[in-house]
Structure formats: C-alpha cells, structure tokens
C-alpha cells in the first residue's frame, strides 16, 4: 500500500455471451471508482503495485530458476499451487 493512489485494485465482472458467461478482470488505480457492476477481488499473485501477476510470468520465472539451480530440477509452477492448497487445508480452510 506504499504506493498510495499508484496502488491498483482488481475487480471482475461477469459478462453473458449467447447463453455463455464468462468473468473479465480489470485493474483500476486507487483513485479511480469502479462501475457498479464490478466486484472487487483479491489474488494470491499480485506485484508489488497491486497488479495480478499473470501465471505466465510467474512459470516463467520458475522454468528460469529451475534451469540455473541445480537444487530445483524438474521445479514447476503447478508444484507451488499443491504447496499452496496444502497449506490452506493444513491451516483448517
């Protein structure tokens, strides 16, 4: 929150397609007020801004360290969310 009124906040919105619906994410600055039809969301991954930090970027950083540290072979992204989740059920959620 160091970044005041740089800080971001994400919200979603759900939008109804030919019978389909989907959610699109938005990110808004801290002054900014959000549409009526937008609900606030917090993720797990955000930079330091309060950005979501795509899951992308975060495998990517993963694949990275697992090639240059020899400790982290076979390292992958989805090994954190089993991490995660454990520690979520291990905590009573």
Known sequence: MRYGE??????????????RVHYEYY???MT???P????EISFVCLREDGCL???ATVET??????RKVPELEGFHFHT???TYTTNLLSNGA
């Not at 740089?6 to 759900?14: G, K, T, V």
């Not at 009526?36 to 609900?39: F, I, S, V």
């Open 32 to 34: 900014e007020d959000a």
């Open 53 to 55: 930090e795509l899951p």
């Open 27 to 29: 990110n808004l600055p």
């Open 61 to 66: 950083a993963c694949r990275t360290a697992a």
């Open 80 to 82: 954190l969310r089993h």
């Open 36 to 39: 009526e039809d937008y609900t």
């Open 6 to 19: 740089l800080y971001y906040r994400n919200f979603y919105r759900e939008v109804t397609e030919k019978n």
